[in-house]
């Protein structure tokens, strides 16, 4: 409905006097933490900030394959996309408020056959303005601000987790490669034995029964070593695939630098549990997108009430014949919604339920960080302890296993003691590797689950850029 211009002096006092916004105003909500972290602190070795805990490996392999991954990435391209699209609904919500102005011409004959012609040209300044009374406007610039930062916070989140994916796969690798060359030398170690079994039976100084013992030991060697192979290749398809490189300039890459696991300084954590709120980036966009819902419950609240625009244009016409003409209309103008069947209020309680379930999103975000943090705490300090009593349990199968092998070439001691020391070495070999390798794996985790030193309000930085 419209009404006439002697209501302009009201609705514009209506407007100037302050418009009302309904909506919940948002408050970050609290959520119940402890003060502390409930696991040991990591300890040992020398500390350095989180933002510099990649150059603390010392490896200019694995450095050069972060920088390839973070310049080649899909994933940070569709969080860069996403940031752009946001970045453009926050334009588009703050240019909302704004009146609008629109130009139009004509310009058009017209006659009959063996008739005169007639020419019209027109031209008209259309203007409109929209009041945000009941603040639906300032709802929608909060809802598209709140996402924005969500976006970017995403980004950030996207980086770290990538920049710990690659570490882990490049760790776990060195750490196959390690497992391979053991395997290796065990089989060749095996088929040294088997060579001096073949020619002690050959001189009847050996039974049968040792000439099946070692080629049942080097055909289950030689099925050890093609999976542990097998496992390494599908760790440089897995690098592959985060960094963007050709598998060739890969393999070059890798084989440029010592087949270690590379050994980083400790983190770290002086953070208290609660901090994780602003530390952790995918914490922050939780948060961001429950700014965001709570801000769309006042835009769907505003459209239930009464919207006022004031508009007016100037026009211009010139035909042949009349002359010019020139008009002017200026007036404000309120719609209410009266009935709709009951659309507007359901559109409020749809925005009121994704508020609450955007809500036990950030409830949850926030438990599961909590939760990966103390674990991976337990978990790095459970290795950093293991580590010494494996790597000597390691050591001492290796004496215990050359003095067999020692005896078995005197002869004093049967195949079967000789193998069974192989096996026993071996095996406390590959645990000290794994044990050393999940120390380092369970560092990345710790970094990851802190938020990798990234912190609320970081910008989003050029392409490129270290994690």
């Known amino acids: 409905m419209s009404f006439r211009l002697s209501l302009l002096p009201v609705l514009l006092g209506l407007a100037l006097s302050g418009c009302a916004t309904v909506g919940p105003d948002y408050q970050t909500p609290a959520v119940r933490m402890d003060a502390q972290w409930q696991a040991a602190l990591p300890h040992g070795g020398s500390t350095t900030a989180l933002l510099d805990w990649w150059q603390s490996f010392n490896d200019p392999t694995l450095s050069s394959l972060l920088k390839a991954a973070e310049a080649d990435s899909p994933t940070l391209d569709k969080a860069l996309a996403a940031i752009a699209s946001a970045r453009a609904s926050d334009s588009e919500a703050n240019l909302s408020g704004l009146p609008t102005l629109t130009a139009s011409a004509s310009d058009s004959r017209s006659g009959s056959k063996g008739g005169s012609v007639s020419r019209v040209s027109s031209a008209a300044l259309d203007a409109s303005w929209e009041i945000d009374l009941f603040g639906g406007v300032r709802r929608s610039q909060q809802a598209s601000a709140a996402s924005l930062a969500a976006s970017e916070a995403d980004w950030h989140d996207a980086r770290v987790s990538l920049a710990a994916e690659v570490a882990t796969e490049y760790v776990s690798y060195r750490a196959c490669q390690l497992q391979l060359a053991d395997y290796q030398d065990s089989y060749r170690s095996q088929q040294q034995t088997a060579s001096a079994t073949a020619a002690s039976l050959q001189a009847g100084f ?13 055909a289950s060697a030689h099925s050890t070593l093609l999976a542990q192979q097998a496992e390494c290749a599908i760790g440089i ?8 490189l ?40 939780a948060e961001r997108s429950l700014a965001a819902a709570s801000a769309k419950i006042g835009v769907a609240e505003a459209n239930r009430y009464p919207r006022l625009s004031l508009s007016g244009s100037l026009s211009s016409s010139m035909s042949r014949g009349s002359g010019n ?11 209410l919604p009266l009935f709709d069947g009951g659309a507007t209020r359901a559109a409020v309680d749809t925005a009121r339920a994704n508020y609450q379930s955007a809500l036990a999103s950030y409830r949850s975000a926030v438990r599961s960080a909590v939760q990966e943090t103390e674990q991976a705490l337990v978990r790095l300090e459970s290795a950093t302890q293991r580590e010494s009593s494996v790597a000597a349990s390691a050591a001492n199968y290796r004496r215990y296993f050359a003095a067999t092998e ?14 069974t020391a192989r096996r026993n070495a071996l095996s406390a070999e590959q645990s000290l590797i794994t044990v050393q390798r999940d120390r380092v794996l369970y560092g990345i985790s710790l970094y990851k689950a802190l938020g990798g030193g990234w912190q609320a309000g970081s910008s989003v930085a050029a392409k490129g850029g270290s994690a």
């Open 237 to 244: 398809k897995s690098l592959v695939a985060l960094t963007g």
């Open 406 to 419: 020692q005896q078995w070439q005197a002869g004093s001691v049967s195949l079967l003691d000789l193998e």
């Open 246 to 285: 050709s598998e060739p300039q890969l393999r070059n890459t890798l084989a440029a630098t010592p087949a270690t696991i590379p050994q980083p300084a400790s983190l770290q954590v002086s953070t208290l549990p609660v901090q994780l709120l602003s530390q952790r980036p995918d914490l922050v966009s």
């Open 206 to 218: 050996s039974a049968p029964a040792d000439g099946a013992l070692i080629d049942a030991g080097l």
């Open 325 to 335: 003409s020139q008009g002017w209309s200026f007036g404000p103008s309120l719609s």
